[in-house]
């Protein structure tokens, strides 16, 4: 039984799928109590972390019979408990990219970078991130802070 | 995706009517930005106050239309909401944008267009 402030959902792997979930999501944090800036925070770092899903993890030929994405997420005090979990590939060498921002001249415009930015946001808004793989499984749990 | 253009004298605006740009518009952003900034030469403003979420690759795409502009024109951004304001912050965006807050405050930045009205 769902307790309350948990809200889980499971989902396809696509991104019309991810968008409609993360308009869910933000309206069940609404009505859970979750002010603005938290709930930005969540919808920034689930959106990346779900089209890094998408697009990596259930990527090339691979027949997948789960095609899905499962969250789990638990509205607190402190903020939000996130557990997000899909069937595709692990993560490339076992662990989460350790990315910077892409770097920014303005001077070079022909240079500017157009992609870079998931991880780097997800490490920026989320804190004890931690991944692990299990029983075929990508399990992602990170808590996101109630912003100062 | 609905998108808008309006020359407004030395500068001209397209408007997004959409609430997201996401991973599932951000190509069509780029084409239909491309498709209707083509015929002018002026700067452009970007009016995002309908956005109320822009994720990495609708970023990516919002870039790859300053990049359309060429280095010689300049993309401005006007109306961002908090969301899409936060991505452009952490992301250190403003340094490549010039950003206003509504879009009447980035027309007002390019002076009255005519002294005789």
């Known amino acids: 039984m769902t ?41 920034i770092a689930l959106g990346e972390i779900f089209n890094n899903i998408v697009e990596h993890a259930y990527d090339g030929a691979e027949a997948v019979h789960q095609r899905d994405i499962l969250i789990c997420l638990t509205l607190q005090a402190s903020g939000i408990d996130c557990d997000v979990r899909d069937w595709g590939k692990p993560m490339p060498d076992g662990g989460l990219p350790a990315r ?16 870079g930015f998931g991880w780097a946001l997800v490490r920026d808004l989320a804190d004890d991130l931690c991944y692990r793989r299990e029983d075929g499984q990508n399990i992602l749990q990170f808590h996101l802070s109630q912003p100062d | 995706m609905k998108m808008s253009f309006e020359p407004r004298g030395e500068i001209g605006v397209v408007r997004v009517e959409e609430a997201r740009i996401d991973a599932s518009v951000a190509i069509e952003f780029k084409d239909q930005f491309k498709d209707l900034t083509d015929g002018s030469e002026t700067n452009v403003v970007l009016d995002l106050s309908a956005v109320d979420f822009l994720d ?5 795409a919002v870039v790859a239309a300053r990049k359309l502009l060429g280095a010689g024109r300049v993309l401005e951004l006007a109306g961002l909401t908090p969301a899409v304001g936060k991505v452009m912050t952490l992301t ?25 009205v």
Do not use: C, N, W
């Not at chain 2, 990495?56 to 990516?60: A, F, M, N, P």
């Open chain 2, 56 to 60: 990495s690759s609708g970023l990516g």
């Open chain 2, 92 to 116: 250190r965006m403003e340094s490549i944008f010039p950003i206003h807050a509504d879009l009447e405050a980035a027309l007002a930045a390019y002076g009255p267009r005519d002294p005789s």
């Open chain 1, 100 to 115: 910077p921002y892409p770097p920014i001249d303005a001077g070079d415009v022909p240079g500017l970078p157009e992609g």
């Open chain 1, 3 to 43: 307790q309350p402030g948990t809200i889980k959902e499971r989902f396809p792997a696509t991104a019309a799928d991810v968008r409609h979930a993360l308009i869910r999501t933000d309206a069940a944090l609404d009505a859970g109590g979750a002010a603005e800036p938290l709930r930005i925070r969540a919808e």
